[in-house]
Structures are given as structure tokens and as C-alpha cells.
């Protein structure tokens, strides 16, 4: 589906946009960003303790590796504190070249990243960089794009105005990866033309996430005598299901 969006000429405060609740309302939430993220990440990147920061050029490379901005190159300047041999290099020169993070002397890739420039990236690499410029740019722009998207789903209140937690950035990553993929066809003064396509997820990894009914159990038998195990739960990937009585 096409959408053509009318930006509007006047600038929305920043408190009215901070003004809507993020809440916590899942607490399996951090159970299913882990698998996931495990799943396309492996042991690369968001491993630490779910309190641990998450430092500038750790969110990076993540995003890098989940919208497969890897491929960056050195086009003469470069960011003093960032070698050649530094593990996310080829990610944070892809966000550089992309415009996603600013071409500054130095990029302190070890600093810990604050959640709301963690938004900010998140909202880029979706696609939605010029629409969130548009919308007044950071942090307001960005964090108008990402509540109208779902990427804060089941983060806690405020957790924006703090430095990024492991936590925080598997539940950001996950809901970003499960929302719909942007496909910029044109940009104007005021008009951003895009077609929405279906989730990062499939469209990038080619992995689905459906809902419904799942039929599992922790025994089976050819008997017909057999008897129900007392514990009435399945476990997959670590993550423990009630089976229905009937």
C-alpha cells in the first residue's frame, strides 16, 4: 500500500510528544527479543547481562547485522577513536555513509548509548529518517515515528531518558524487526512517498512470526494406556507453555 504523508508545517513540542506512557505490560516480553535476537545475532553483539549499558558502536554493529548495513568504507574521513581492525568498524562507516550517525571527529564507540539515540538509529535504519527529519527532527521526530510504529511496545515508562540496557535494546530490536519494512520511492519538501511491505523480519531474514494455536507435547505414546505426565507444561526454546486441560 502507497501512502503519501502531508507533513504539517508546524513544529509539535517535545512534552507533547514524551506525553504518552510506555509501560512494561508483558514481562515474557525480554523471553521472546532474547531467542530472536540469539537467532540473528548468535553471540556477536547484546550478550551481556539484561542491566549491562550498551555502548555506541555495540547497538551499531547490531543494527548493522539485523538490516544488513555491513559494507562500509573508509572515504577518507574517518573517526579518530575508530581503527580498521575495531570489530564494528564496517557498520559504523555503513550508518556514516547512510547519515545515520553523524560525521564527527570521533565517534566513542565504547561510550554507553542513551536510549533515545538508540530511537533515533532504530527509526533510520527502519527507513524512516527522512519522515522523522520532517516530523522536527531529533529526539522528537524519531520518537514520534517510533511509538506510531510499535517500536516501544512493552518498554518501561521514561526508559528513553536513560542510558540503553541490554533489556531495553533486545525489546527495541525486536519490535522493529517485526514491524514493516519501508521502501522510500520519493522525497519532497513536504511529501515523503514510501510503500510499506511486510515485516523486516521476512522481508530481510526471511523468517515469520504467526499467531494462533500451537499443538505440542512433552509425551507422546503409541499406548493407549499411557498416562498423562503430571507436569502439564512444554518448554521451547527455554521458554515454558501451560498445556490446555482439554
Known sequence: KKICLLLAVVMLFSSMTFAAPLEETDPTAIERASVLMNLLLGDEALNGALDAQVSRSEFVYALGKLFKYSQGTFDGATFDDVPK???AVNEIYAARQMGFIDAAESFYPDAPLEASAAIKLAVCYAGYKDLADRKGGYPSGHLQIAMQNDFLDDLQTD???????????KILLYNVMLANYVGIESVSQYTVDYT???SNLSVLHDIYIKTG???????????GEARDPENKTVEIDGIPYKSAES
Open 196 to 198: 510499506k511491505y511486510p
Open 159 to 169: 526508559f528513553y531518558k536513560n542510558p540503553l540496557t541490554v533489556k531495553s535494546a
Open 85 to 87: 581492525n575495531h570489530y
Open 213 to 223: 494455536i500451537l499443538n505440542a507435547s512433552s509425551y507422546t505414546s503409541i499406548m
